[in-house]
Protein backbone atom coordinates (compact mmCIF):
# COMPACT_ATOMS: atom_id res chain seq x y z
CA UNK A 1 0.00 0.00 0.00
CA UNK A 2 1.82 3.31 -0.71
CA UNK A 3 2.21 5.60 1.81
CA UNK A 4 3.59 8.80 3.00
CA UNK A 5 4.48 9.82 6.72
CA UNK A 6 5.59 12.78 8.00
CA UNK A 7 7.16 13.50 11.64
CA UNK A 8 7.03 15.15 13.53
CA UNK A 9 3.63 15.26 14.24
CA UNK A 10 4.06 18.76 15.87
CA UNK A 11 6.37 20.96 16.41
CA UNK A 12 6.48 24.13 18.35
CA UNK A 13 9.68 26.02 18.81
CA UNK A 14 10.98 30.27 19.49
CA UNK A 15 11.28 32.41 16.82
CA UNK A 16 15.12 32.38 15.59
CA UNK A 17 15.29 28.67 15.74
CA UNK A 18 16.20 25.94 13.07
CA UNK A 19 13.56 23.04 12.32
CA UNK A 20 14.02 20.22 10.15
CA UNK A 21 10.40 18.58 9.21
CA UNK A 22 10.66 14.80 7.68
CA UNK A 23 9.29 12.97 5.34
CA UNK A 24 9.08 9.22 4.19
CA UNK A 25 7.62 7.67 1.59
CA UNK A 26 6.45 4.39 -0.09
CA UNK A 27 4.99 4.76 -3.46
CA UNK A 28 5.51 2.65 -6.26
CA UNK A 29 6.15 4.53 -9.79
CA UNK A 30 7.65 7.78 -8.31
CA UNK A 31 7.28 10.89 -10.14
CA UNK A 32 7.82 13.70 -7.80
CA UNK A 33 7.50 14.76 -4.05
CA UNK A 34 5.84 18.00 -3.34
CA UNK A 35 6.05 20.32 -0.17
CA UNK A 36 3.25 22.36 0.76
CA UNK A 37 2.21 24.77 3.46
CA UNK A 38 -1.18 25.29 5.15
CA UNK A 39 -1.80 28.03 7.46
CA UNK A 40 -5.55 28.28 7.49
CA UNK A 41 -7.59 26.32 4.52
CA UNK A 42 -5.71 25.77 0.74
CA UNK A 43 -2.05 24.30 0.94
CA UNK A 44 0.10 26.57 -1.10
CA UNK A 45 2.98 24.90 -2.80
CA UNK A 46 6.24 25.00 -1.36
CA UNK A 47 8.75 22.47 -3.91
CA UNK A 48 8.79 19.94 -5.83
CA UNK A 49 11.51 17.37 -5.99
CA UNK A 50 12.83 14.90 -8.69
CA UNK A 51 16.01 14.03 -8.20
CA UNK A 52 18.03 13.23 -5.26
CA UNK A 53 20.64 15.06 -3.78
CA UNK A 54 19.79 18.77 -5.37
CA UNK A 55 18.39 21.16 -2.80
CA UNK A 56 15.67 23.26 -3.49
CA UNK A 57 15.66 26.97 -1.79
CA UNK A 58 13.30 29.62 -1.46
CA UNK A 59 14.93 32.19 1.10
CA UNK A 60 14.62 31.14 4.95
CA UNK A 61 13.08 27.18 3.61
CA UNK A 62 15.21 24.60 1.80
CA UNK A 63 14.64 20.95 0.85
CA UNK A 64 15.73 18.10 -0.58
CA UNK A 65 15.25 14.62 -1.64
CA UNK A 66 16.64 11.15 -1.26
CA UNK A 67 15.23 8.59 -3.31
CA UNK A 68 17.43 5.17 -1.89
CA UNK A 69 16.07 5.65 1.23
CA UNK A 70 12.75 7.18 -0.31
CA UNK A 71 12.62 10.54 2.42
CA UNK A 72 12.88 14.27 2.24
CA UNK A 73 13.51 17.31 4.97
CA UNK A 74 12.23 20.23 4.69
CA UNK A 75 14.55 22.47 6.55
CA UNK A 76 13.06 26.48 8.01
CA UNK A 77 15.85 28.63 9.53
CA UNK A 78 15.59 31.79 11.69
CA UNK A 79 11.95 30.23 11.88
CA UNK A 80 9.74 33.69 12.30
CA UNK A 81 5.82 33.44 13.75
CA UNK A 82 4.43 33.62 10.29
CA UNK A 83 6.04 30.25 9.61
CA UNK A 84 3.25 28.57 11.95
CA UNK A 85 1.26 26.89 9.71
CA UNK A 86 0.67 22.53 8.64
CA UNK A 87 3.36 21.52 6.32
CA UNK A 88 1.98 18.53 4.04
CA UNK A 89 4.66 16.10 2.16
CA UNK A 90 2.96 14.51 -1.02
CA UNK A 91 4.45 12.42 -3.09
CA UNK A 92 2.83 11.92 -7.21
CA UNK A 93 2.94 8.85 -8.60
CA UNK A 94 3.53 7.76 -12.18
CA UNK A 95 0.01 5.85 -13.05
CA UNK A 96 -3.06 8.17 -13.24
CA UNK A 97 -1.56 11.45 -11.70
CA UNK A 98 -2.40 10.59 -8.30
CA UNK A 99 -0.65 12.25 -5.05
CA UNK A 100 -0.58 10.69 -2.05
CA UNK A 101 -0.70 12.48 1.70
CA UNK A 102 0.84 12.52 4.64
CA UNK A 103 -0.94 13.90 7.52
CA UNK A 104 1.00 17.35 7.81
CA UNK A 105 3.43 18.49 10.52
CA UNK A 106 1.77 21.59 12.71
CA UNK A 107 4.88 23.91 13.57
CA UNK A 108 4.43 26.63 15.88
CA UNK A 109 6.71 29.56 16.49
CA UNK A 110 6.52 31.54 19.26
CA UNK A 111 7.75 34.98 19.99
CA UNK B 1 -3.54 32.39 -14.30
CA UNK B 2 -6.71 32.07 -12.76
CA UNK B 3 -6.56 29.35 -9.41
CA UNK B 4 -9.01 26.91 -9.01
CA UNK B 5 -12.15 28.49 -7.62
CA UNK B 6 -14.54 27.38 -5.16
CA UNK B 7 -17.91 27.92 -3.45
CA UNK B 8 -19.60 28.62 -1.34
CA UNK B 9 -16.52 29.26 1.58
CA UNK B 10 -18.35 28.48 4.13
CA UNK B 11 -21.09 26.56 4.68
CA UNK B 12 -23.69 25.24 8.28
CA UNK B 13 -26.02 23.01 7.73
CA UNK B 14 -27.81 20.64 10.06
CA UNK B 15 -27.76 17.05 10.47
CA UNK B 16 -29.74 14.92 7.48
CA UNK B 17 -29.70 18.07 5.26
CA UNK B 18 -28.20 18.19 1.71
CA UNK B 19 -25.29 20.23 0.62
CA UNK B 20 -23.67 21.01 -2.27
CA UNK B 21 -20.19 22.51 -3.08
CA UNK B 22 -18.61 23.82 -6.61
CA UNK B 23 -15.29 23.92 -8.00
CA UNK B 24 -13.73 25.39 -11.35
CA UNK B 25 -10.13 24.53 -12.05
CA UNK B 26 -7.39 25.80 -13.78
CA UNK B 27 -8.06 26.08 -17.24
CA UNK B 28 -6.71 23.53 -18.86
CA UNK B 29 -6.18 20.84 -16.15
CA UNK B 30 -7.57 17.78 -17.27
CA UNK B 31 -7.28 16.31 -13.79
CA UNK B 32 -9.44 17.24 -11.03
CA UNK B 33 -9.84 15.88 -7.22
CA UNK B 34 -11.95 16.69 -4.42
CA UNK B 35 -10.37 16.03 -0.95
CA UNK B 36 -11.65 16.00 2.42
CA UNK B 37 -9.96 17.54 5.41
CA UNK B 38 -10.73 16.37 9.04
CA UNK B 39 -8.85 18.94 11.49
CA UNK B 40 -5.31 17.71 12.11
CA UNK B 41 -5.39 15.23 9.64
CA UNK B 42 -3.97 15.38 6.36
CA UNK B 43 -6.22 15.91 3.13
CA UNK B 44 -8.18 12.30 1.90
CA UNK B 45 -8.78 12.18 -1.41
CA UNK B 46 -12.61 11.41 -2.31
CA UNK B 47 -12.97 10.93 -5.92
CA UNK B 48 -10.32 11.80 -8.65
CA UNK B 49 -11.46 13.04 -12.17
CA UNK B 50 -9.67 12.79 -15.47
CA UNK B 51 -11.56 15.00 -17.92
CA UNK B 52 -15.16 13.55 -17.42
CA UNK B 53 -14.18 10.40 -15.77
CA UNK B 54 -13.91 8.90 -12.77
CA UNK B 55 -10.29 7.63 -12.22
CA UNK B 56 -10.37 6.66 -8.52
CA UNK B 57 -13.75 6.96 -5.68
CA UNK B 58 -12.35 4.67 -3.97
CA UNK B 59 -12.60 6.33 -0.78
CA UNK B 60 -16.19 8.04 -1.57
CA UNK B 61 -19.11 6.94 0.66
CA UNK B 62 -21.16 6.49 -2.09
CA UNK B 63 -24.14 5.91 -0.06
CA UNK B 64 -24.38 9.23 0.61
CA UNK B 65 -21.53 11.65 -1.21
CA UNK B 66 -22.04 12.08 -5.14
CA UNK B 67 -19.53 14.08 -7.41
CA UNK B 68 -19.84 14.91 -11.22
CA UNK B 69 -18.11 16.71 -14.09
CA UNK B 70 -20.20 16.56 -16.91
CA UNK B 71 -18.47 18.50 -19.53
CA UNK B 72 -15.14 18.20 -18.30
CA UNK B 73 -14.37 21.45 -16.56
CA UNK B 74 -16.16 21.97 -13.20
CA UNK B 75 -17.53 20.26 -11.06
CA UNK B 76 -19.91 19.49 -7.91
CA UNK B 77 -19.71 17.31 -4.69
CA UNK B 78 -22.89 16.44 -3.18
CA UNK B 79 -23.76 14.88 0.53
CA UNK B 80 -27.14 13.64 1.17
CA UNK B 81 -27.79 13.67 4.22
CA UNK B 82 -25.10 14.97 6.11
CA UNK B 83 -23.80 13.84 9.10
CA UNK B 84 -21.71 14.71 11.96
CA UNK B 85 -18.72 13.43 11.27
CA UNK B 86 -18.78 15.27 8.13
CA UNK B 87 -17.75 18.46 9.39
CA UNK B 88 -14.33 19.44 7.80
CA UNK B 89 -12.81 21.46 4.63
CA UNK B 90 -13.47 20.25 1.37
CA UNK B 91 -10.49 21.23 -0.92
CA UNK B 92 -10.97 21.30 -4.81
CA UNK B 93 -7.47 20.99 -6.90
CA UNK B 94 -6.44 20.43 -10.58
CA UNK B 95 -3.18 19.69 -11.92
CA UNK B 96 -1.64 18.88 -15.49
CA UNK B 97 0.99 15.83 -15.03
CA UNK B 98 4.52 16.84 -13.41
CA UNK B 99 3.56 20.10 -12.60
CA UNK B 100 1.74 19.36 -8.97
CA UNK B 101 -1.34 20.00 -7.49
CA UNK B 102 -3.04 23.25 -6.88
CA UNK B 103 -5.71 23.59 -4.55
CA UNK B 104 -8.89 26.17 -4.44
CA UNK B 105 -9.53 27.80 -1.41
CA UNK B 106 -11.70 25.14 0.37
CA UNK B 107 -15.28 24.93 1.47
CA UNK B 108 -15.39 24.19 5.14
CA UNK B 109 -18.79 22.42 6.85
CA UNK B 110 -19.64 22.26 10.06
CA UNK B 111 -22.69 19.98 10.51
CA UNK B 112 -24.64 20.84 13.49
Known amino acids: EDKVVQSPLSLVVHEGDTVTLNCSYE??????LLWYKQEKKAPTFLFML????IEKKSGRLSSILDKKELFSILNITATQTGDSAVYLCAVEGTIGNQFYFGTGTSLTVIP | EAGVAQSPRYKIIEKRQSVAFWCNPISGHATLYWYQQILGQGPKLLIQ????????DSQLPKDRFSAERLKGVDSTLKIQPAKLEDSAVYLC??????????FGQGTRLTVV
Open chain 1, 27 to 32: VTNFRS
Open chain 2, 49 to 56: FQNNGVVD
Open chain 2, 93 to 102: ASSLVGEGIT
Open chain 1, 50 to 53: TSSG
